[in-house]
């Protein structure tokens, strides 16, 4: 009888496995579209977008939602419809202090509300390759 047993739970395992390492977006690259339209979508409506990538056949976004929290977001690449938004709190951070003090993003506002400012708003050109706006700039002494 557990032999029985065994031999159903591996096979359970086995069929189950292929929909675990399934896709979460599986429209075909013919009908992506750039990720410079979800930029400008996701501007149009506040979002201050730090990085886009393709992650499990999905545009994956980082960046400030409109309602001023840290958050990633997954969009379906040829229709642009938002699949899964995650809220990004600092409790992970909790543990290096080093993090704690700059916020997620290593930018803290000196009114010291803890608010992330994006340094790109300053007055120097900014680059335009389409992928990130406003690169931290790096000094080394």
């Excluded at 990004?88 to 010291?112: A, V």
Aim: hydrophobic content about 30%; proline content about 6%; glycine content about 8%.
């Amino acid at each position: 009888m557990k032999t029985r047993s065994v031999i159903v739970s591996l096979a359970v395992l086995c069929l189950s496995a292929p929909v675990l390492a399934d896709d979460d977006c599986d429209d075909p690259v013919t009908d992506w579209q750039p990720r410079e339209h979800l930029r400008q979508k996701l501007e149009a409506e506040g979002w201050t977008v730090y990085r886009i990538k393709v992650d499990d056949g999905c545009y994956e976004v980082k960046g400030l939602a409109p309602e001023g929290f840290g958050a990633e977001a997954s969009f379906a690449p040829a229709t642009l419809e938002l699949m899964e938004l995650e809220r990004e709190d600092d409790d992970e951070d909790e543990e290096d202090d080093e993090d704690e003090d700059n916020g997620e993003y290593g930018y803290r506002d000196n009114r010291g509300d803890g608010q992330a400012r994006d340094k790109a708003q300053t007055n120097r050109p900014v680059p335009h390759n389409g992928i990130v706006k406003g690169r931290p700039t790096v000094t080394v002494e």
